[in-house]
């Protein structure tokens, strides 16, 4: 983890309501830093997020082709210096050859999540999700990036996720094992216990969280149930400690047509891809959720939530 020591600009401090913090989230799938035009833009990403206190990123890149080997991390750290940051780099490789010529020693391609945040991240981890061999379609090891917040309301764990692209069976997969990682953090312990040792105080380990991110599912699929839960044909969707629940559709935020994805190729095209989950006790604190659809930095369109935390 590396950070900095921040200035607040005084626009982008978190305002108060009867004395308790609304904290701005938001979660964007930045496509290496390509927009809906096809140009590389990393300043209108960062435009596009303004006022963010927490975000959460995925396809961040260093070291690849497509975007002129661009240290995307090292950019966009330097585009948000009122925040902290951390990258997780799920996918990593070597890379021998730079514009037809041999690479500097140790050049390597990383894929991952980036989360940013106004107030220190105090741990973070990588969790690995699970995947399958594929012959043809690409598919690359994927990831969910955890990071401990010190919030102004107590310490909150925020993640940011990216799955399967492809294949629903996967994305099952992952998502069992994403919410069993979720779940058990608090009897793992998170990044390290017993931190006397290491001349440290002992990390928070706190049970309510934030998970954001590109989940390549559709509302109410069964991939989205396997993690959100099986609305019952009587009673609904019943909040359960241990599922997570959509900060969008608990505030009835979708709307006849809504979507957070369209193709670059066809802007009739069109899904609804990306969310924000929080835990149980978080729910009654959640005041608004949308998606920004104006946004032109990606393929993507930020997703963004208010909690009173």
């Known amino acids: 983890m590396s950070v900095g020591r921040p200035s607040w600009p005084d626009r982008y401090r978190p305002f108060s309501r009867r004395s308790k913090i609304i904290v701005r989230f938001a979660s964007y799938n930045i496509q290496y830093g390509f927009g809906l035009d096809g140009f590389y833009d990393l300043e209108r990403i960062t435009e596009s997020l303004a006022g963010a206190d927490v975000i959460a990123l995925q396809e961040v890149t260093r070291g690849f082709s497509k975007n002129r080997y661009a240290d995307m991390v090292t950019d966009l750290a330097a585009l948000f210096p009122d925040h902290f940051w951390v990258y997780g780099p799920a996918c990593d490789l070597h890379v021998g050859r730079v514009n037809d010529q041999a690479a500097p020693r140790n050049t390597r391609l990383q894929f991952g999540n ?8 105090l741990s973070t981890r990588t969790l690995l999700l699970p995947r399958s061999r594929t012959l043809s379609k690409l598919n690359i090891q994927r990831g969910a990036t955890e990071a ?13 996720v990216h799955l399967d692209h492809v294949s629903n069976d996967e994305r099952i997969r992952q998502l069992n094992h994403l919410n069993d990682r979720i779940n058990a953090f608090t009897r793992e312990g998170g990044s390290v216990t017993g931190a006397a040792e290491f001349d440290i105080d002992e990390l928070p380990l706190p049970e309510d969280y934030i998970v954001m991110g590109d989940f390549n599912m559709l509302p109410e699929s069964p991939e989205y149930c396997t993690f959100a839960g099986a609305s019952d044909g009587y009673y609904g969707r019943t909040a359960r400690i241990g599922t997570p629940i959509d900060a969008l559709a608990s505030l009835n935020a979708y709307a006849p047509g809504s979507y957070s994805w369209m193709d670059p190729k066809d802007h009739g095209k069109r899904m609804h891809l990306d969310y924000c989950f929080v835990s149980c006790d978080l729910e009654s604190r959640l005041i608004s959720a949308s998606v920004d659809t104006t946004a032109t930095g990606s393929d993507h369109f930020p997703v963004w939530v208010e909690i009173d935390i």
């Not at 401990?148 to 940011?160: E, F, N, Q």
């Open 114 to 121: 980036m989360v940013l945040s106004r107030w220190p991240i």
């Open 148 to 160: 401990v917040i010190d919030l102004p309301g107590g310490a909150r764990r925020v993640y940011s």
